[in-house]
């Protein structure tokens, strides 16, 4: 296992930006991976979770969603990122961890299979992930500040 | 139409940035970013 790559969760990305309780934590990750300390993988399903988010919200006015999308896209071409393209049958490790625990959603079990796939652990904030212990058994889930 | 132009270098400018933060503070006050992806997150949280 690579011990200083780790596959970014959409949350991460969003934590730097908005403010609660994990924006320090997604900050001082950010900065790791700029300073080339660690490095960072995402895939489509990443950029596109948090796109997806943004455009389908029935709350946000279609004049502002162009400029949240514009800071998404500005905050995926600023950072330091390698971009997961999976292979032929890369997709078999699906339905292995999508067995492993029920109660995870099917981006996150995606985000969860490019993890294993490319045998590094996942960072997240998201306490789904962090709690599962079904997913532990295939790969590792950390919140960003107990990598640092 | 989108106001903002500049596309990289976002970590190394702290007034976008703060920008950012001001309009996300203002289409989404009080969320989180799970909030944000509608993720339902675990009553306790991370830790």
């Known amino acids: 296992m690579n011990t200083n790559s780790f596959y970014i969760d959409s949350c991460i990305f969003l934590g730097t930006i908005i403010k609660d309780e994990n924006t320090r934590a997604c900050k001082s990750f950010i900065s790791r991976i700029q300073n080339d300390v660690f490095i960072g993988y995402i895939s489509s399903f990443v950029t596109g979770e948090m796109i997806n988010s943004i455009l389908y919200d029935d709350n946000i006015k279609s004049t502002i969603k162009s400029e949240i999308l514009h800071v998404i896209l500005d905050m995926m071409i600023s950072t330091k990122l390698k971009n997961f393209v999976p292979i032929n049958n890369d997709m078999k490790v699906y339905s292995e961890l999508r067995k492993a625990d029920s109660r995870i959603s099917e981006s996150d079990i995606i985000h969860a299979t490019y993890a294993k796939i490319l045998d590094i652990p996942i960072v997240t904030t998201d306490g789904m992930l962090l709690k599962s212990q079904g997913l532990k058994k295939h790969i590792d889930v950390f919140y960003p500040s107990d990598v640092l | ?47």
């Open chain 2, 1 to 47: 139409m989108c106001n903002e132009n500049k596309f990289g270098g976002l970590w190394d400018d702290p007034e976008r940035i703060k920008k950012y933060e001001k309009l996300f503070e203002d289409v989404f006050p009080g969320q989180t970013a799970l909030d944000i992806l509608h993720r339902k997150p675990a009553k306790d949280e991370h830790k």
